[in-house]
């Protein structure tokens, strides 16, 4: 009798021991219902393979002016950033590490309007935006006109982790900054021949035209380059974020969509995770970002539906040119745009990251995350 009832007792342990193996503890404090809920909609907590979706995207706008080679450079650059990401989501980090990672990689190369690539303002200084948005816990952190931050999204992650304020300008900004202890870096680390060419050719028209210095903000002939990120981790979390140089010539102190939650950068576990890029005055009016993922919220559209029908039917209505980059909790992705591209790149658990979106017309490259 006492055999029976100690191999009973051991059965259960055992049984106790193997459901608690299925659990491990999250990277970063993170949420593990939504890995419960996608396994329990696929019937067994047990054959969940670890799924998770990075997309980024390199701005929209148009591409054809840009020659073979920038194209090339852009699109290595984009490959390099999300295998940023994808290194981290595949090891069970967050979304919004891999979400701030991804877009470090393109400010840093100066290829973007971003980071080091920023476009001048019409002082000829780069002012720079950024946003991150966290969809479990709706925290936001985001930093806007800033002139001498190298990686504008770190330091907007620093105020979504660091103050209790979502958004923080200028000066106030760069103090900020420096009690954290990131370098100031002077104006010259954004030197860029491109756009101090843009510059420059401008100032000389205005010296008989002195319209010349105000173009349109979304002139027909400029190619783009905000950068942004959305992300789904392995833990079910949703994050987005978006960094940039603002559009061409802009006046001093003009803040665009980016770093406004809702225009430009919004995500929330419960509908989805949106990246923009376009005119930001119309991403503000709109407020594109929560439009979308609220459509999903509380119409119950797919992310794909939403998205769509602000970018090319509310949008397309009011001649706002733009694209998003949107993904939902369960996987689902949508890159709506209304111009003639936008690059845009994204990974999932296969490691296989594809790239396009420089031309209507050129197919994908795939390549692999593993370098
Ligand atoms: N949305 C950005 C801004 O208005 C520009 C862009 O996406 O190209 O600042």
Request: hydrophobic share 40%.
């Amino acid at each position: 009798m006492k055999v029976i009832r100690l191999c009973s007792l051991f059965v259960v342990v055992a049984i106790v021991a193997a459901v608690a193996s299925n659990y491990s503890r999250p990277a970063d404090g993170a949420d593990i219902r939504g890995l419960h809920t996608r396994a329990n909609r696929q019937g067994d907590a047990r054959q969940t393979a670890p799924s998770f979706v990075l997309v980024a995207h390199g701005g929209a706008g148009d591409y054809s002016k840009m020659s073979q080679e920038q194209i090339d450079e852009r699109r290595t650059t984009m490959v390099r950033a999300i295998r940023a990401g994808y290194a981290i989501l595949s090891r069970g980090g967050t979304s919004v590490d891999a979400v701030e990672a991804t877009i470090s990689v393109m400010e840093d190369s100066g290829l973007f309007d971003a980071g080091r690539g920023g476009y001048y303002t019409r002082a000829g200084v780069p002012e720079l935006d950024a946003a991150i948005m966290d969809g479990r816990t709706l925290a936001a952190g985001s930093v806007a006109a800033v002139q001498h931050i190298a990686n504008p999204i770190h330091l907007a992650r620093l105020v979504m982790k660091k103050t209790p304020h979502v958004m923080l300008v200028g000066a106030g900004a760069e103090e900020f900054a420096k009690s954290q202890g990131i370098e100031l870096v002077s104006p010259y680390y954004f030197y860029n021949e491109r756009e101090w060419q843009r510059f420059k050719d401008a100032q000389q028209a205005a010296k008989n035209n002195a319209s010349a210095l105000y173009p349109p903000a979304w002139p027909n002939d400029h190619e783009h380059g905000t950068v942004g990120a959305v992300a789904l981790d392995q833990a079910g979390n949703l994050a987005a974020g978006t960094s940039t140089g603002g559009t061409v010539m802009k006046m001093s102190g003009r803040v665009g969509d980016s770093p406004i939650i809702g225009a430009g950068t919004y995500a929330n576990n419960k509908s989805c995770a949106v990246s923009g890029t376009g005119v930001g005055e119309y991403f503000m009016r709109n407020v594109v970002a929560a439009d979308i993922c609220e459509r999903v919220r509380y119409l119950h559209v797919s992310v794909e539906q939403a998205a769509n029908d602000v970018v090319m039917k509310e949008l397309v209505a009011q001649h706002a040119e733009g694209g998003v980059i949107a993904l939902d909790p369960q996987g689902n992705v949508a890159t709506p745009l209304n111009t003639t591209g936008m690059m845009t790149g994204a990974v999932r658990a296969d490691g296989k990251i594809s790239v396009k979106g420089w031309s209507t017309d050129a197919a994908p490259v795939v390549v692999s995350a593993a370098e």
